[in-house]
């Protein structure tokens, strides 16, 4: 559609019979030579300005106007199309992205777990950890270093998890850490939710320490889900809960000490017993989903439940050497103090 150009069309030349005012001498109302249009004429009577450029109007004598442009109708026809076309569009993008800006969840996401599950998962009766002991299912048993100074917090022991909601190895060493350290104290908030779909053992189920709480007498358990899952996406995972400087150091400073390089899960004990990797494959836990991994755990004998109580049998005996052997019928039961042996506690 062609613009109108300013000043196109805007004067028109005297209609014949109007007789021009004698050289040098302005009609009445004529602006001065070089003004615009009505430029520094005088009012007309009752106030008002004279006509446009050099055509002041003596009695009896007609004025025309230029007539208004007008668009042709086939102009007028493609511009009505184009605004249909528009809002359809628009209406289109809105109904697909929800009138809002937000990427669509593509993802997994974070639910409540729900209180029967919980309540499932950390009331294991004793007999079950007893009967899987310390089976060879665990593939990387935690690490000891006796020489650190201790880690404390609020004025008790602590032990501090690193993890990430998309991680796959954190998905199944969670099962393995609800476990252990309810025996302790009391979670409240987990939240269910799965690994992420787009890295090795896809969807793996399990909890969330993500807006959740730990209390107990004995000692203090620090929660860090460092990073997102890929909730809009391959790759859209991003910083979920940042670290101290001190948590970071600690991380940096035991993954070296080990030779080994950072990375999920990493738990640490007080500064003694470290948790620096998977302790068993999260394949185990592969095509089911929370209430199917938790109604396995009551058999003793079922693959899962050798890796993730095998695994809650050494974190228990981590949890009791922080906490002075308390409490006692948990830290003085058998499975617990092979744990212990085993990893030269």
């Not at 060493?173 to 302790?184: G, P």
């Not at 109604?295 to 002075?324: F, H, R, W």
Request: net charge positive; hydrophobic share 30%; with cysteine.
């Amino acid at each position: 559609m062609s613009q109108v150009q300013p000043g196109k069309g805007s004067g028109q030349r005297p209609p014949s019979g109007t007789r021009r005012p004698p050289s040098g001498r302005p009609k009445p109302g004529q602006g001065k030579p070089g003004q615009g249009q009505g430029g520094g004429g005088r009012p007309r009577q009752g106030g008002q300005q004279g006509p446009g450029k050099g055509a002041g109007r003596r009695p009896g004598t007609q004025v025309t106007s230029a007539p208004p442009r007008r668009f042709s109708p086939s102009t007028l026809a493609f511009a009505s199309i184009a605004v249909v076309v528009l809002v359809v569009v628009a209406l289109i993008v809105v109904k697909i992205t929800g009138g809002s800006s937000t990427p669509a969840n593509t993802g997994p996401i974070d639910t409540s777990a729900p209180a029967a599950l919980v309540h499932q998962v950390t009331n294991l009766p004793d007999s079950v950890y007893q009967a899987v002991g310390v089976p060879s299912s665990i593939q990387a048993p935690p690490k000891v270093d006796k020489g650190q100074p201790p880690l404390t917090a609020n004025g008790k022991p602590e032990a501090l998890y690193i993890g990430a909601e998309f991680c796959p190895y954190c998905a199944a060493e969670r099962w393995a850490i609800v476990t252990a350290f309810s025996r302790f104290g009391t979670f409240s908030g987990l939240k269910e939710t799965t690994s992420t779909p787009y890295d090795v053992y896809p969807q793996t189920a399990t909890f969330s320490f993500y807006g959740a709480t730990y209390t107990s007498s004995l000692l203090q358990f620090t929660m860090i889900e460092h990073e997102t899952n890929d909730t809009h996406g391959q790759g859209t995972r991003t910083t979920l809960m940042a670290l101290t400087n001190a948590q970071s150091n600690l991380w940096t400073k035991y993954a070296n000490h080990f030779g080994v390089q950072t990375g999920y899960p990493f738990i640490d004990f007080n500064n003694k017993v470290f948790v620096l990797g998977p302790a068993y494959s999260p394949q185990i836990l592969s095509g089911l989903d929370q209430n199917g991994i938790a109604a396995k755990l009551s058999n003793p004998t079922d693959p899962i439940t050798q890796a993730v109580i095998g695994e809650a049998n050494y974190i228990t005996a981590a949890i009791c050497d922080m906490t002075g052997q308390q409490p006692g019928p948990v830290c003085t039961a058998k499975a617990t103090t092979d744990a212990a042996k085993a990893l030269g506690l």
